[in-house]
């Protein structure tokens, strides 16, 4: 199995409708991610958490929120998903001081 | 804060040829520095990182990049393309010795290697 799972792999869902990405991580990291990738953007940073109790917004978190239901999951929810949405999701753990894990990402298209 | 400059978002080579992609980072503390690969529908695959000490970092699949704090730079090398290679390449730099630990990363360098 994956250190990280992201599910679904692929999703398309029409505008206005709410929608959760999940991940969940065996790596037992405490801290874990949420980017979006864009092309000529690279990857940007959603929202992140160092543990279940702290939750903190990246650089563009509006339209998005998360919940770390556990240490080992974290999910991102479109509470009305628009079409500038679409874009490929990424979940990453981290270990302090060791890098990143990355899922193997969500392609999200919002119609 | 930190960030972190590719430049050139495509870049072709030939098979064999020298692969070099270029980024720049700025930090106001010292960075832990980072290349991803990704290869068509693909997640993030870790190259190498440059943490503390050595300078010169090697990584998977031949390719190495140095540190270099005077001119802000960790550009990434190969001395010979494989057309495995094609892929995007993204420089990335984190605070991981502070209380962010977020990973910030350049928008990426699309290498094409041509036969």
């Known amino acids: 199995d994956a250190d990280v799972t992201q599910t679904p792999r692929n999703r398309i869902t029409k505008t206005g409708k709410r929608i959760m990405l999940e991940c969940s991580q065996t790596k037992g990291h405490d801290r874990m991610y949420w980017y979006r990738q864009d092309p000529g953007l690279g990857l940007r940073l959603i929202y992140y958490s160092f543990d279940v109790k702290d939750i903190n917004k990246g650089e563009i978190s509006d339209g998005y929120s998360v919940s770390r239901q556990a240490q080992a999951k974290f999910s991102l929810s479109l509470e009305s998903a628009i079409p500038n949405q679409t874009a490929l999701y990424f979940c990453?753990?981290?270990?302090?001081?060791?890098?990143?894990?990355f899922g193997s990402g969500t392609r999200l298209t919002v119609v | 804060a930190q960030s972190v400059t590719q430049l050139g978002s495509h870049v072709s080579v030939s098979e064999g040829a020298l692969v070099l992609l270029r980024c720049n980072y700025s930090?106001?503390?010292?960075?832990?520095l980072f290349w991803y690969v990704q290869y068509p529908n693909q997640g993030l695959q870790l190259l190498l990182k440059?943490?503390?000490?050595?300078?010169l970092v090697k990584g998977i699949n031949g390719f190495e990049a140095e540190f270099k704090k005077s001119e802000t730079s960790f550009h990434l090398t190969k001395p010979s393309a494989h057309m495995s290679d094609a892929a995007e390449y993204f420089c990335?730099?984190?605070?991981?010795?502070?209380?962010?630990?977020?990973?910030?990363f350049g928008t990426g360098t699309l290498l094409a290697v041509q036969p």
């Open positions: 930090s106001s503390v010292p960075p832990y």
């Open positions: 440059y943490t503390t000490g050595a300078t």
């Open positions: 990335a730099v984190s605070d991981l010795r502070g209380a962010t630990n977020k990973l910030i």
């Open positions: 990453a753990t981290s270990d302090r001081g060791n890098g990143y894990t």
